[in-house]
């Protein structure tokens, strides 16, 4: 099986749960700094960055 490691923008907003007009935007802003890579026009996202944002960005919710 193989692991596909540099996702589209439209497979990194799906795998986020985002539009493909928010990454566009996040792009532009520079917030959140959501690392990507450009080779030639194309924008690519590595998974493992996708995946360590979203690890960053993941908050549990204890009841006390």
Same mark, same amino acid.
């Given at each position: 099986?193989? =692991?596909?490691? #540099? #996702? ?5 907003? =799906? ?13 532009s802003?520079? *917030? %959140?700094?959501? %690392? *990507? ?7 690519? *996202? ?6 360590? *944002? #979203? ?7 204890v009841?006390?």
């Amino acid at each position: 099986m193989v =692991t596909k490691y #540099l #996702l589209t923008a439209d497979e990194a907003a =799906t795998h986020l749960n985002v539009s493909v007009r928010t990454l566009a935007k996040w792009r532009s802003v520079g *917030y %959140p700094n959501l %690392p *990507y890579s450009k080779v030639g026009r194309c924008v690519r *996202y590595k998974l493992l960055d996708l995946e360590a *944002y #979203l690890a960053k960005h993941s908050f549990n919710c204890v009841e006390g």
